[in-house]
């Protein structure tokens, strides 16, 4: 290599698994139709599309965290699960944290449309979580009863629809004047829309409640956050969460009922003690301490939420003394 030649970041790299997959003809010495698919490649997105066959295939849309992963082995959010199931896949990349407000993209989706792409597969998935699950929604009406599991959406970031929202800078800059810029409003034509967010968390519960119409079912992911997909996950029930969303045997009773796993992880344990201190429920606080270690079957885990109780009145004295 030449002294003023850069080095290839991707030199010696297996190619991205979704790549891999398409290319294989065999497995186990089984000669297999390879999956048919495509990549194409704009400014601000990419789309990656695997098709497994004809029954369903699940749109999924990238969050703001996978925004700067320039690796190679990047893949459309969730694929791994989806090509397990058997699913075919249409993955939108997000190269720019713009909450996909990009006229190409709109152009290059309602052409998918035009084309009877989306009409090709008897069920059809939009999904994605935070910035990907406000496009999960706003896209869903170009194919018509189609299902929509949607992770802590924004129903929008235009500020005179939502004044009360103040996360998402880089989000609320961009142009919300054109199409899908109310999500809320784009959801009639979809047959299920499953909102999974923590209605504790105000501004995810006020996006939420935007949403109107006997197709929407709110699932509640208490105390959490706005990372409810990560905690799902680290529960071990996201799977299942999703694979029943999709076909349609979710129901808010039964996601409660997996939900209920929450139990073993610390991570609710001191979030749902964050709560009661902001809020100013010591004694509340105290319970939750105190029953932590049979409710969890952790020993240990009281200690550890003392110790971030301590913490809370620590910042929360320091923070008077500076006003």
Same mark, same amino acid.
């Given at each position: 290599?030449?002294? #003023?030649?850069?080095?290839?970041?991707?030199?010696?790299? $297996?190619?991205?698994?979704?790549?891999?997959? $398409?290319?294989?003809?065999?497995?186990?010495?089984?000669?297999?139709?390879?999956?048919?698919?495509?990549?194409?490649?704009?400014?601000?997105?990419?789309?990656?599309?695997?098709?497994?066959?004809?029954?369903?295939?699940?749109?999924? !849309?990238?969050?703001?965290?996978?925004?700067?992963? +320039?690796?190679?082995?990047?893949?459309?959010?969730?694929?791994?699960?989806?090509?397990?199931?058997?699913?075919? =896949?249409?993955?939108?990349?997000?190269?720019?944290?713009?909450?996909?407000?990009?006229?190409?993209?709109?152009?290059?989706?309602?052409?998918?449309?035009?084309?009877?792409?989306?009409?090709?597969?008897?069920?059809?998935? &939009? +999904?994605?979580? =935070?910035?990907?699950?406000?496009?999960?929604?706003? !896209?869903?009406?170009?194919?018509?009863?189609?299902?929509?599991?949607?992770?802590?959406?924004?129903? +929008?970031?235009?500020?005179? @629809?939502?004044?009360?929202?103040?996360?998402?800078?880089?989000?609320?800059?961009?142009?919300? =004047?054109?199409?899908?810029? #109310?999500?809320?409003? @784009?959801?009639?034509?979809?047959?299920?829309?499953?909102?999974?967010?923590?209605?504790?968390?105000?501004?995810?519960?006020?996006?939420?409640?935007?949403?109107?119409?006997?197709?929407?079912?709110?699932?509640? +992911?208490?105390?959490?956050?706005?990372?409810?997909?990560?905690?799902?996950?680290?529960?071990?029930?996201?799977?299942?969460?999703?694979?029943?969303?999709?076909?349609?045997? $979710?129901?808010?009773?039964?996601?409660?009922?997996?939900?209920?796993?929450?139990?073993? $992880?610390?991570?609710?344990?001191?979030?749902?003690? #964050?709560?009661?201190?902001?809020?100013?429920?010591?004694? @509340?606080?105290?319970?939750?301490?105190?029953?932590?270690?049979?409710?969890?079957?952790?020993?240990?885990?009281?200690?550890?939420?003392?110790?971030?109780?301590?913490? &809370?009145?620590?910042? @929360?004295?320091?923070?008077?003394?500076?006003?």
């Amino acid at each position: 290599m030449a002294k #003023d030649e850069k080095p290839d970041p991707n030199a010696g790299r $297996m190619a991205p698994r979704w790549l891999a997959e $398409m290319r294989q003809s065999d497995i186990e010495g089984k000669h297999l139709t390879r999956p048919r698919g495509f990549y194409v490649n704009f400014d601000t997105f990419a789309a990656i599309h695997v098709a497994r066959g004809d029954d369903t295939l699940v749109v999924a !849309f990238d969050n703001l965290s996978s925004v700067n992963d +320039t690796s190679l082995e990047r893949e459309a959010w969730g694929d791994k699960f989806y090509a397990q199931n058997g699913w075919s =896949s249409l993955g939108i990349i997000a190269f720019d944290a713009n909450w996909y407000r990009d006229d190409v993209l709109f152009d290059y989706l309602e052409s998918l449309r035009d084309q009877g792409f989306f009409r090709r597969f008897r069920h059809v998935v &939009f +999904t994605g979580t =935070s910035m990907g699950g406000y496009a999960a929604c706003a !896209f869903s009406g170009l194919s018509p009863g189609a299902t929509v599991v949607s992770y802590s959406p924004q129903s +929008t970031l235009k500020k005179d @629809l939502v004044p009360w929202e103040k996360r998402f800078n880089r989000g609320r800059q961009q142009d919300w =004047s054109g199409r899908y810029a #109310d999500a809320a409003a @784009l959801t009639g034509k979809a047959k299920r829309v499953y909102l999974c967010y923590d209605p504790y968390m105000r501004g995810d519960k006020a996006h939420a409640d935007r949403f109107h119409g006997p197709n929407i079912s709110h699932l509640h +992911t208490n105390y959490i956050g706005h990372k409810s997909v990560v905690f799902m996950r680290r529960v071990g029930i996201l799977k299942t969460v999703t694979s029943m969303c999709i076909s349609a045997e $979710m129901t808010p009773e039964i996601f409660n009922r997996l939900y209920r796993a929450r139990r073993k $992880m610390p991570w609710y344990y001191s979030a749902l003690m #964050d709560m009661a201190l902001q809020r100013g429920h010591r004694k @509340l606080a105290e319970r939750i301490v105190k029953s932590s270690a049979e409710a969890s079957g952790n020993p240990r885990l009281p200690v550890a939420l003392r110790r971030r109780r301590r913490a &809370f009145f620590a910042e @929360l004295k320091n923070n008077n003394k500076e006003t």
